[in-house]
C-alpha cells in the first residue's frame, strides 16, 4: 500500500529530518511510529500524506507518487494532524466537517449523512452549531477526526492523536481505530506515549534521528524503547502481561 525506499528530507534552514527511511506497508496494517520529539515522526506523515515533498528517496501510495500526483494520494490518504487548530477550516464544527467532503464534490445527501455520521461518531452532536475556536483543546482533536473521518480514506495517518484529550477521550479515538482496523483501512499512528496503543497495533517501527533503528511486532520491541528514548508502556515496567487502555 505504501513504498518509501532511501527517503531523505532536509528543511531549507538545513535540519536533516529523516535519513535513508525505508518502510513498507500492507494494506490494512495498523502501524505504530514512535519516537522522542524531533525524531522525525511529523516530516515522515506530511510526506506520506503529500503534503511535503522529500529532498531525496521514492515513495509510492497504491502506486501514486505524492510528489507528482498530490491530489490522488490526497483522496487515498487522510491525516488528523498534530496540532488540530492548523486543521480547523471552518466557521462551526458542522461547516468544519463537511468541507472534506465538499472538495471531494460528492451529493449534497452523501455530504450531509457523512458530516451527521461523522458527527455523532466523534461525540459532537450537542457542538455541531458551536465557532471552532470556542472549542477546548479535546473537542478541537475530535472535530480534527472527524472531518478526516467524514472523508473516509482509505489509508489514514493519526499524529499523535492522543494530545488534548481525556480518558474517556483516548478511549472513543481508540475504539474508533481498532473498527476502521478492523473495516480494513490502513492506519498510521505516530507518538512518543506509546502506552495508549501499542497493545492494537500490528507492527511498531521505532524512528530516532530521522533513522528506523528498528521494526517488529511490539511484543518484540517493547523492551527496547527506553534505549530510543520512547517510555516503555507500565505494564512492561512493572513486568506484568499486556493492558490495554480499553480496559
Ligand atoms: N519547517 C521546518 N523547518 C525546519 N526544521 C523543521 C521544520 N519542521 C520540523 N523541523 C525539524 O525537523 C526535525 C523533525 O521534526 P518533526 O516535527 O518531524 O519531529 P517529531 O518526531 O514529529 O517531533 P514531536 O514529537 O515533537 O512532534 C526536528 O529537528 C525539527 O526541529
Ligand atoms: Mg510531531
Not at 531525496?56 to 507518487?65: C, E, K, R, V, Y
Not at 494520494?73 to 468544519?96: K, L
Not at 495517518?157 to 492522543?162: I, T, Y
Request: proline residues 5%.
Amino acid at each position: 500500500m505504501i513504498k518509501i525506499q532511501n527517503l531523505h528530507h532536509r528543511y531549507p534552514d538545513g535540519t536533516y529530518a529523516l535519513r535513508g527511511i525505508d518502510l513498507a506497508i500492507s494494506k490494512g496494517e495498523f502501524l505504530l511510529i514512535c519516537g522522542s520529539n524531533g525524531s522525525g515522526k511529523t516530516t515522515l506523515l506530511r510526506i506520506m500524506s503529500g503534503l511535503l515533498k522529500p529532498s531525496d528517496g521514492s515513495i509510492s501510495i497504491n502506486g501514486h507518487n505524492p510528489v507528482n500526483n498530490s491530489r490522488k494520494v490526497r483522496q487515498i490518504v487522510g491525516m488528523v494532524f498534530q496540532d488540530p487548530d492548523s486543521q480547523i477550516v471552518g466557521e462551526t464544527v458542522r461547516e468544519d466537517v463537511a468541507f472534506g467532503p465538499e472538495n471531494l464534490e460528492l451529493p449534497l445527501k452523501e455530504i450531509n449523512e457523512r458530516v451527521d455520521w461523522a458527527i455523532e461518531k466523534m461525540g459532537l452532536q450537542g457542538l455541531s452549531e458551536k465557532p471552532c475556536y470556542l472549542l477546548s483543546g479535546g473537542e478541537k482533536r475530535r472535530l480534527a477526526i472527524a472531518g478526516v473521518m467524514a472523508m473516509k480514506p482509505e489509508v489514514i495517518l493519526f499524529d499523535e492523536p492522543f494530545s488534548h484529550l481525556d480518558y474517556p477521550g483516548i478511549q472513543e479515538v481508540l475504539r474508533y481505530m481498532i473498527q476502521l482496523h478492523q473495516e480494513g483501512h490502513t492506519l498510521v499512528v505516530t507518538t512518543h506515549d506509546v502506552e495508549k496503543v501499542i497493545c492494537h497495533v500490528d507492527r511498531t517501527a521505532i524512528l530516532q534521528n530521522g533513522e528506523i533503528k528498528a521494526s517488529g511486532s511490539p511484543e518484540s520491541l517493547v523492551k527496547e524503547l527506553s534505549r530510543f528514548g520512547v517510555r516503555p508502556p507500565c505494564y512492561v515496567l512493572l513486568g506484568g502481561e499486556k493492558i490495554s487502555w480499553l480496559e
